[in-house]
């Protein structure tokens, strides 16, 4: 699994009842498996997911193998034990 961060200045900022969003940072997501490469996207929205540190700490996890023992880059093991419960935007990004 590789992770690359990125953030996107908005051209128009995105008004919202707890103040505008002018930037947008995430994570692009790649999982191969079985010489089939699947990409996918987190961007957390703090106040509506985690933070853009829980969801770093949460991909870092899976990239590295967490502390159970689930396998560096196995994303389809942490979904389904639970692993992501806490953070939206990275289960998000490998859901497919």
């Given at each position: 699994m590789r992770v690359r961060e990125f953030a996107v200045d908005l051209r128009t900022?995105?008004?919202?009842?707890?103040?505008?969003?002018?930037?947008?940072?995430?994570?692009?997501v790649a999982v191969d498996v079985a010489g089939e490469t699947g990409v996918g996207e987190a961007t957390p929205l703090p106040g509506w997911t985690e933070s853009l540190e829980d969801c770093r700490?949460?991909?870092?996890?899976?990239?590295?193998?967490?502390?159970?023992?689930?396998?560096?880059?196995?994303?389809?093991?942490?979904?389904?034990?639970?692993?992501?419960?806490?953070?939206?935007?990275?289960?998000?990004?490998?859901?497919?």
């Open positions: 900022p995105l008004s919202t009842a707890a103040g505008d969003i002018e930037r947008r940072e995430g994570f692009l700490d949460a991909l870092a996890g899976l990239t590295e193998g967490d502390a159970e023992g689930a396998a560096a880059g196995d994303p389809k093991s942490a979904l389904e034990d639970g692993a992501l419960a806490d953070a939206p935007a990275a289960r998000h990004a490998v859901s497919l």
